[in-house]
Structure formats: C-alpha cells, structure tokens
C-alpha cells in the first residue's frame, strides 16, 4: 500500500510540473531587418505608467517609446525642438500661445488636439489624481488651486489654461519664466487621448500614446512588449520592428545574459563589469555624458554642519576627495571628475562652466588645514548615508570616506552608512533625520541649467534636500528666470553657481555618464543626454 | 521531526531528535539495547555520566581534535587579531585596488585597496561574536521556553508551542530584509538581535522534546514521589541530561548564523562599516568575481573553514553523546 | 486520526492570524514608504496625505491590520503601488516559484538519497569521507557564493547553460538554479540518509531479511530503505515552504520573477500589502505541510497513532 501512495505522490508531482511548464515556453528570437525586434533590459516601473505619475527612468523609457510631447529633444545635442508644437508665442515670457501642427493622431486613431493637452495637464495637477509629477505644472496660474498645499482642491481645471480652437491653446503662468517652452519635451506634458479617461484601468494594463511606438503586450513585472506603429505621421520613425523591454532581478544579471547573447541592449552597465566590458563587447559598448549629476548633500538643518566657518569644512571634505582617482578606478571612467554644479551636456553655451575650480580638485594638505579651520568634523567621525538596494553606491561611498581619512590622516575620520531601502532613506532625507552627509543624485528634467538649480538651492525648493538657502542665490534665480535674453538669463544663473560655490551649498562629485552595451544583432545605438537609449534609431542586422 | 531547512546558506542540520514523536520512537530502540535506560553504560560495566562517557570518546576522535584546534585559534585571533597582523583593516589605498598578492600583502588587495591578508584576520572576530553571541541567545531563550513547555505540559505547553510556531512561520532571510532594513546602527547587535529573535523556536522545539523524554525517566519520577520542588527537578535532574541534543544542535546552529550573516550583507542588511567582517567582505568582492576572484577567495575561504569547524564539532559531540552510535 | 487533524486544523487558527499580524508588524516598523515612491524629490505633502490615504497608511495600524485581514478573506490582498492588484502579482510569481522548488525537491531526493545510501553502505570507506567532506563543503559555503560561482562558470564562461532565466520560466532553465537552491538541503538529505541507513542496517528485521536468504538488492529497496526514509520524507517536507520563501538569494541571481523577488521587491519599496500577502499565502504552506508531513508519518510508521 505505502508504494501505491508514493505513485500517488509522483504522479501527482508531475502533473503539477506539466501545467506548470504548459504556461511557460514561447520564444521571441524576433527576426531581422527592419522588422526585427530589439530586446532591451528594463526595470519594474514603482508607479503606474502615467505621464505625469512616472518620475523614474524605467518608466521614462516606455513614455519616451509612446509619447511625442509639444517639444523634443534633440537625441544627440539634447536641444528642444518643436515637434508636435508648430509655434509657441509669447511677449511678456508669462502668456504663451501654442499652435498645434495638424495631421496627429494617437494611435487608436483620435486626433491629437488642443484639448488633449488641456485635460492632460489638468489631469496631471490636479491633487485628487495623486500624480506624482504634478508639481511640473507650478508654473501655470491657477494651480494652487487645484492641488493646494493641504486641504481639498478648490477648483477643477487650472485657470491658466484656456482652448482657442482644435489646434490652439494659450497658458498663462503665475510668474515670469522665459525658458518655460524649453521644459515642454519632458514626457509630464503629454498629451492624453479620451481613452485615458474614458476607461482608465484599460488604459493603464495597456496604455495608447501618439509616439512611433504601440503597447503590444504588457506583463507587469515581467516584460512589455512595444511595436513599431506604421501610421506614425512624425519623422523620427522606428526603423526596427520592436522593443521588448524584458524585467531583470539585478543590473549584473542583465549584463551576464548579454554576454551570453540572450539580451541585445543594457543600458545600465554595472560598475563591477566595467574592468572587463570592452573584453566582452570590444566596440559595442558606449559612454557618453548624460545630464547626471552625484553630489554629496550637506544637513544644513544640523546645527554641527551649519556653522559660521562651515563654509571652510565643506570645502575642506571637497578638497580631500580624490575625484580623478575614484572616477578611474572605481567607475572606470563612467564618470568625470565635477568641475561645477551643472553637467558639460549642457554645453558651454547653456551655461557648463569650470566655477568650482581649485574647491573641487584634490589637495591633502590644504584639505587637512581647510577642515581645521572649518573646527573640524563634526563630532569626529562623519558618516555618509546612502540606499544599499539599489544602483552600487556602497563602492564610491567607501571610496571618498577612504580618501578623506587617507587625506586627514585619520582612519576613523569617514565613514559609510548604508540604509536599507530607498524608501527609508528618502524618508530619513525628507524628514530631515540626517547627520551627515548624504548622497544625492541628479537626473535634469530637461537641458537647462536651471534645471540643475533652482529645483535642488534655491530656499524649500522640491529638491532641495539639504536645507540650504541664501537670499542673494535666490534672488538672481529669480532674475535670471525673468530674464528674456537667453545669454544673459545663463550668465545670471552662473553668477547664483558662484554664491553656491563659496558657500559650499552641496559638494560637486562627478558627473555620471550614460553607458550602455549592446549585441552583434542590432547597430546605431546610442544613448540621450537622459542616457536613456535612442530605440527608434536601433537597427536589427 | 526534524527541523525545517532555514534558507538557502542558512539551513539547520536536521538532528533526528527534533521532536517528541521522534524521540519516543529512538529511546524505544535504544531501551533494546542499554537496559540500564537511555544513558550508556562503560565498557567495564561501571555506570558513567554521559558527559564523562562522552568526553572518552571525543578525546580520540581526530574530527573532533582538529575541529576543536581551529576554533582555538579563531578565537585566539578574535581576541588579539594584531597577534598575526600588523596593518589597520581601516587603511585603504586606492591606488592599488584589485591588485594581487605581493611582499607583505600575501593576499593582495581589494576593491578599495585595504590589504585583504589584514580584513581577512580582523573579520574573524565580528563573525566569531556574531555566532557565538547569536547562538547563546538563542540556546538560551530556546531552552527556557522550549523547557517550560515541556516541562509543565497542558495549556502552558500548548500557548508556548503556538508562540514557537508563529515565529517558526516566518522565513529567515526574509525576516532578516524587514527588520535590518531600517536598522541605523552599526554594531553587532541588531544582527545578533534578530538572530535570536527568528531563530529560538528551532532549539525550543528541541528542548521541549527532550525535556518531554527526560521528564518520563524513572530517576525524575523518584524524585517527584519524593516530594522535590519543581524547580529542583529541572535544574537538577532533568536540564543536565535534556541539555545534549540542545548543545549538538547549537554547536551546528552556531555555523550557519556565521553563513547568515554573508548573506545578510549580500542582500544589502548585514553589517555596517567600519565593522570589518567576512560577510562585508564577500558580498563586495562577489561582484569582482570575474576579475579579482582573489578578493573573493581568502573571506569565503575563512568563512567556509570557520562553519566547517563548528559543524564539524557538532557532528563529533552529537556522535559522542548519541549511544546508538557506538 | 480524525480527531487528531480537527485539533491541528484549529491549532493553525491562531498560529496564522499569529504570524500575519507579526509580519503585519515588522513591515510596519520599516516606516512610511510614500518618500520612495516621489523618487529623488520630496513628495508634496498633498499628495504625500492623499497616498497615505488610499494605501491606508494613516490609519492605527491594529485597524490597518484588521481591515487587511478583512479583505483577504473577501479574496483581496490589495494592490501593490504601481496599481496591481497583489493576487494578480501572485498568480504570475507562483507557478515560476512551485516549478523551482518542485526542481529543487527532485535534486534532493535523486541526489540527496542515492547518495545517502551509498555512503550508509559504505560506512566509513573512502567514498563515505570523501562525500561526508563534500556535503560539510556545500553547507559552509553560502549559497550566494556558489550561485555566482555557478553562474560564472556555466553560464558565462563555458556557455551551458543560459545564465538568467526568461520571464516564463520553463523547467529546462530552472535545472541550475534549482540545484543551487537545493544544494544545503540536499547535504543534509544525504547526511539524514546515511545515518538512517547506518542505523536500520543493524536492525532485527534486517537480520532477518537477510537470514530468509533475500537477495542483498530486495533487502535494501524493499526493507531498509522503505523504513530508513521515514526522516527523510519527514525533513523535506518541511523544506517544501522553507524552499518556496527562502529562495530570495536564488531567484535574485538567476533572474527568477518567482516569489522571492517579488517578496525582495516589496520588502524593497516597503509594500506592506506586496508583503504580507505572499507571506500570508507562505505561512498557509508551511501550515499545511507540516501538517501533512506529520500526517504522513504515521501513515509511513505503524508504531505511531495520533489520538
């Protein structure tokens, strides 16, 4: 009898095994040519996938896949250029007038209209919807009335936006902003088709967008499938069948199966296979400068960091970080060396320029003397806190805190404090809880060197994490925004770069590039200035 | 029943003397066999304790010996690591990251350039405390309760048992993720702390079996008709021979809480610096491993050897205390 | 028997609501996730209020715990924070993770036994030691280490095996990982083995067998194995849940989206309802099997009667 229940027990297990496996199989070897479709390491977007909610770069991905904004940026010089916007007026850079190019459609074939803007970002501001990047529609007049600092929303729609005709709609901001039609091409500005609204959860499990990509397949979690749409009417068409966007556990997983020739596209090369990446992918391999910026912020709500000669300590620590060094061993040259506040993807003419200097180069000895006028490390030990979950900052972290204890001749001087999730560590940063300094990461919205500003120095700005604040940085912030001369508001911004600079508001680390590799089966692929690759322009040999 | 496996890294030896039901059934075999009652009898027939009867055996047993001289030595270089190593774990270059073995550095340099001959020797002692630390809380907490339980039987036994069962429930590692995650200090402790936290009902289950079997022998029951104190009857005449299969179990426990702590630290939770630590240690070199696999190599070595001691001097004790082995 | 399974049924009862409402806790203490949600940008606090609110995160939390286990019993284990619904999350994680553990088993028992045997044979022969020392090897190093390792050398250098795992998970790909995830549980179902065997060779009704004149085959599969793998069974299982919860390691190496991840992913983002709903489903596995298991013994032992 008992070897009939173990039968039992075996048949019972296969057959367990046989459905299990009946669900899996298929396979997605894609083809070739201008149909062939091209795989692509991906990460599980944390918010639903709404235009104005997604403020993560996996996410980011799929919207720049299926979104055509008013505005677009140039994919190798990252400079604004009209693409569903025909032309965006203004007189007094606070009433702006935007005409609509005709002949766009969504891809479920309604036509993209003033309307679709108008809803979009009212539906983006307003507070009931939760929409994380709601915040992206400050500018516009009537906004604190529909997403108030607390309490309910007073009004529906934002007063400063008004529909003229199909293609015509005017915004009015509630204060002088004359780079505002340059911050049009990031994906929070999209428009949305009636579907959006009409039926929201089907939307989302499959969203519709008017960019040269459909939503084919979405398996949350695991992998979306992207198609090329034929009846895309814009230039930048996909000249590749598809984007399968695959879900990876760990960036090194990603990288193994490329190496492998299981994967055609990673586009986030992990910091442990830089040493051996040109060996594996010899030419395939790219790194270019994107608009990414690490700094280490400083508590200034911490009495011990907010001190009268604080200015000399923050400069002291600048000095005793061995950028060159760890920028070559550690990343491998992924990064370069900070030389200001900004990111050279701006180009000298957006206003990327060595203001740092002498502060950010480094220097044992004046470091040494720096921070002994500065009173020395608060406390005696300074400890750098970081999220361990993700993105390999444990390296660099340990990294500076070894160059400064080598540069102060004390080991005890630095130390790294990982916490455990990015969620907790947000919240320590947010609720002001740090005692040190922190690390920080800047990903520009879009190429302005107000971008790299105002939103992280100027006083209670969203991301001005720090609590750093100077009324004299403030106020040429404000007048460069006012400023319509697009020369003159960069120099402006640059001489606010200066007052941050001898203060020492945050300290400059370096800045990240975009590095990506690719497979033998696919070619012309490269990386934005948001080092988030170009999908449309890979080619499938 | 045997335990459980805790996770991957982390598994408990199953002991065969897990639970009452198992045991019941042993001690029927070896009644067969000893008639003098579960406890062995000496080869010239004169009755000697368990303990003594086992330390005879252990002395001979060259596992036990060479296991037992490792542990030595760990321990030694815990206490006084500058005994055999002269450098700073905490003095770093980073000129020479990676690099290999050379004069003076005989296992080379890792990522950040700290000698890795110097980290390799002061991470014995965060993973030798980390063990030691973890298993005696555990030990301890795991016999009280497990103990009560089986000694007062009925409703207390039921509501301890339903206790060891809730924390029984949870996986390890994943408990581990929860509660470090938001761990902000850097010592040992939150470690150890959670260790014994997830990890008492393994040897509570334990001890409540073999308090459950010594509670039946015929010496406690001659004590009871005696008119001897609860407390007397635990302490004196049912804990010194309900404490062998906790000790075995400890004694292997103790090696996979050493594991647990590098992976801990893999996923993110371990240790903080400037703890020095062999789990610190692996789960930064793991991500070099095609390039310097010599930064993997002498932590994972040392790790490997250290949890093999211990379970090696559990496998030898649990022989040594088990007669139905002789 | 039948008595016996009623009391362990309602023994369970408040074991479960016991170790939900511990985990219920923990998850808890990790704190507000909504900061991580904002990424590297304060949320504002309007929507920062509005999302706590939804998520039911401003509510006391023994009323988050009671409206929680409320809704699981309705069958709604609430939504993870990219708006999917948990039970859709654990319709796809499940099956990938019953498929690994079901590999997993399979390893321990072909692997794991036969090697058993050989070695409570061989008590003592060189075969004996050199396995003995294998299986301590396997158990001290850990597991993350061999996976790499393994990955490496199979996957990478010598190009065997696919070194991640496709979203769909087929057996074929889950052969490697499987053994990884296996390979401690597998040491001890050999070490387990072998003292069984060694034990039950010397007993009566082996002599007897043996005596009868059976041939040295028919008396090891039909009569010391069948009784020598009362443990064994016994031992794996209790794996079966240990398995499916832990393999947070594994799945994470090889890319598996099976429970582990999505577990890691949710401790990650702090989502309670991710959380304690797999955990949820993890206790009601390790509930039942060790029920099963121990129903199982004794219908594989005679000698044992549950009143």
Known sequence: MRGATHAKWAALALAVALTATACGGGDDSGGSGADGIVSSSWGDPQNPLEPANTNEVQGGKVLAMIFRGLKQYDPKTGEAKDMLAERIETTDSTNFRITLKSGWTFSNGEKVTAKSFVDAWNYGAHLKNNQKNAFFFGQIEGYDQVHPEEGQAKAETMSGLKVVDDRTFTVKLSQKFSLWPETLGYAAFAPLPKAFFDDHDAWLSKPVGNGPYTVDSYAKGSQMALKRWDGYPGEDKAQNGGVTLKVYTDNNTAYTDLT???????????????????????????????????????????????????????????????????????????????????????????GFKNICGDFCSYDAAEAKKLVAEGGGIPGGTMRISYNADTGSHKEWVDAVCNSINNALGNNRACVGNPVGTFADYRNQVTTQKMTGPFRAGWQMDYPLIQNFLQPLYYTNASSNDGKWSNPEFDKLVDQANAEPDTQKAVEIFQRAEEVLRDDMGAIPLWYQNGSAGYSERVSNVALNPFSVPVYNEIKVN | MPEPNYDEGAAIAPTGAGGAVDLAMSEGESLEKTPGGPLGTGPAGKPRSLWSDAWHDLRRNPVFIVSALVILFLVLISIWPSLIASGDPLDCDLAKAQEGSQPGHPFGFNGQGCDVYTRTVYGARTSVAVGVLATLGVAVLGSVLGGLAGFFGGGWDGFLSRITDVFFAIPVVLGGLVLLSVVTSNTVWPVIGFMVLLGWPQLSRIARGSVITAKQNDYVQAARALGASNSRMLLRHIAPNALAPVIVVATIALGTYISLEATLSFLGVGLKPPTVSWGIDISSASQYIRNAPHMLLWPAGALAVTVLAFIMLGDAVRDALDPKLR | M??????????????????????????????????????????????????????????????????????????????????????????????????????????????????????????????????????????????????????????????????????????????????????????????????????????????????????????????????????????????????????????????????????????????????????????????????????????????????
């Open chain 1, 260 to 350: 492998a020739g299981n994967l055609d596209l990673v586009d986030d090369v992990p910091a442990s296979q830089l040493k051996n990446v040109e060996a594996d992918l010899g030419d395939r391999y790219i790194n270019v400068p994107a608009g990414i910026i690490q700094t280490l912020s400083i508590p200034f709500y911490d009495k011990a960091w907010d001190t009268p000669d604080g200015d000399k300590l923050r400069k002291g620590i600048s000095r005793a970080i061995n950028r060159e060094q760890i920028t070559e061993t550690i990343f491998q040259k992924t990064r370069t060396p900070a030389v200001d506040w900004t990111s050279p993807v701006l180009g000298e003419e957006g």
């Open chain 3, 2 to 307: 039948g008595r016996y399974v009623i009391r362990r049924l309602l023994q369970m009862i408040p074991v479960f609501f016991g170790a939900t409402l511990l985990i219920f806790l923990m998850v808890n203490v990790m704190g507000d996730p909504i900061a991580g949600l904002c990424g590297d940008r304060a949320c504002d606090p309007a929507t920062a209020a509005r999302l706590r609110a939804e998520f039911g995160l401003d509510k006391p939390v023994w009323q988050q715990y009671a409206t929680y286990m409320g809704n699981v019993f309705t069958g709604d284990f609430g939504t993870a924070f990219n708006g999917q619904p948990v039970t859709e999350l654990m319709g796809n994680a499940f099956p990938v993770t019953i498929r690994l553990t079901l590999v997993a088993i399979v390893f321990e028992i072909v692997i794991g036994i036969s090697l058993g045997v050989v070695t409570g044979l061989r008590r003592g022969r060189p075969i004996d030691t050199s396995v003995l020392l294998l299986t301590l090897v396997v158990i001290s190093v850990p597991t993350f280490v061999t996976g790499l390792l393994l990955q490496l050398l199979l996957g990478v250098q010598w190009g065997w095996i696919k070194p991640a795992v496709s979203p769909e998970a087929p057996i074929g790909e889950l052969i490697v990982p499987g053994l990884v995830l296996a390979s401690v549980s597998l040491a001890y179902v050999t070490r387990l083995t072998r003292t069984s065997i060694a034990e039950n060779k010397r007993a009566d009704y082996v002599r007897t067998a043996v005596a009868k004149g059976l041939p040295r085959r028919r008396v090891i599969t039909r009569h010391l194995l069948r009784n020598s793998l009362i443990p064994v069974v016994t031992f794996i299982g209790t794996d079966i849940g240990a398995l499916m919860g832990g393999a947070i390691v594994t799945e994470r190496i090889f890319n598996i989206h099976g429970v582990g991840y999505q577990l890691y992913q949710g401790i990650i983002r702090q989502n309670t309802q991710t959380v304690v709903g797999f955990v949820t489903v993890l206790v009601l596995v390790f509930l039942v099997a060790n029920l099963l298991v121990d129903l199982l013994y004794a219908v594989l032992d005679p000698r044992i009667r549950y009143a």
